[in-house]
């Protein structure tokens, strides 16, 4: 699951942005409802993984961050017989 900070805002740097998130600010999921870290319960039990992507106003350019991976993603159970 991809989420960008609400209202169009952007951050300077990843610190920025992870401390809008972890204080309870805003956030969108894309072509989806608006969320916050109040949600994150509901986002790990239903998404393998919720990331963060926005706008870096001092490059310029568009980052990603991982916030949450299911850690069995990717892991196949087998029975022994």
């Given at each position: 699951m991809i989420?960008?900070?609400a209202y169009d805002l952007s951050y300077n740097s990843l610190a920025e942005?992870?401390?809008a998130w972890n204080c309870g600010k805003d956030f969108k999921l894309v072509?989806?409802?608006y969320c916050s870290i109040r949600d994150l319960e509901?986002?790990?039990a239903n998404f393998e993984t919720v990331e963060i992507y926005?706008?870096?106003k001092i490059k310029k350019a568009y980052q990603s961050v991982q916030i949450w991976r299911n850690p069995m993603h990717g892991i196949v159970s087998?029975?022994?017989v």
């Amino acid at each position: 699951m991809i989420i960008k900070p609400a209202y169009d805002l952007s951050y300077n740097s990843l610190a920025e942005c992870l401390a809008a998130w972890n204080c309870g600010k805003d956030f969108k999921l894309v072509n989806g409802p608006y969320c916050s870290i109040r949600d994150l319960e509901y986002m790990q039990a239903n998404f393998e993984t919720v990331e963060i992507y926005w706008f870096n106003k001092i490059k310029k350019a568009y980052q990603s961050v991982q916030i949450w991976r299911n850690p069995m993603h990717g892991i196949v159970s087998t029975t022994e017989v």
